[in-house]
């Protein structure tokens, strides 16, 4: 069983940075491809970005290519989302979550999830 926390989100101006961390409790973490994905007001959970099990391939939406990196630590069980030049439509819940067999950008094939960490973009 996997647990996660996210941490890290909070009220920027347009153009700042967050850092968002997704920590977990479980030992196999490093057996899981770790995905990010988000969800505005009235909007549905999108996909943000993905990492694999040992972090060396990564996938980016088309909408954070560039701003947006993920990483992971798996000695300290934690993945990152370091964003930058954040915009207004970036404001949403982010929700970290676990996949057990490959990267997807599916949400449905994913076994384990955070309980969100709210970031604001002010314009």
């Known amino acids: 069983q996997v647990q996660l926390l996210e941490s890290g989100g909070g009220l920027v101006q347009a153009g700042g940075s967050l850092r968002l961390s997704c920590a977990s409790s479980?030992?196999?973490?490093?057996?899981?491809?770790i995905g990010w994905f988000r969800q505005a007001t009235g909007k549905e959970r999108e996909f943000v970005a993905v990492?694999?099990?040992?972090?060396?391939?990564?996938t980016y939406a088309d909408s954070i290519k560039g701003r947006f990196t993920i990483s992971r630590d798996n000695a300290n069980i934690t993945v990152y989302l370091q964003m930058n030049s954040l915009k207004p439509e970036d404001t949403a819940v982010y929700y970290c979550?676990?996949?057990?067999?490959?990267?997807?950008?599916?949400?449905?094939?994913?076994?384990?999830w955070g309980q969100g960490t709210q970031v604001t973009v002010s314009s």
């Open positions: 979550a676990a996949n057990l067999n490959y990267m997807t950008r599916n949400s449905f094939q994913y076994e384990h």
């Open positions: 990492i694999s099990r040992n972090g060396g391939a990564t």
């Open positions: 479980g030992r196999t973490f490093s057996n899981y491809a």
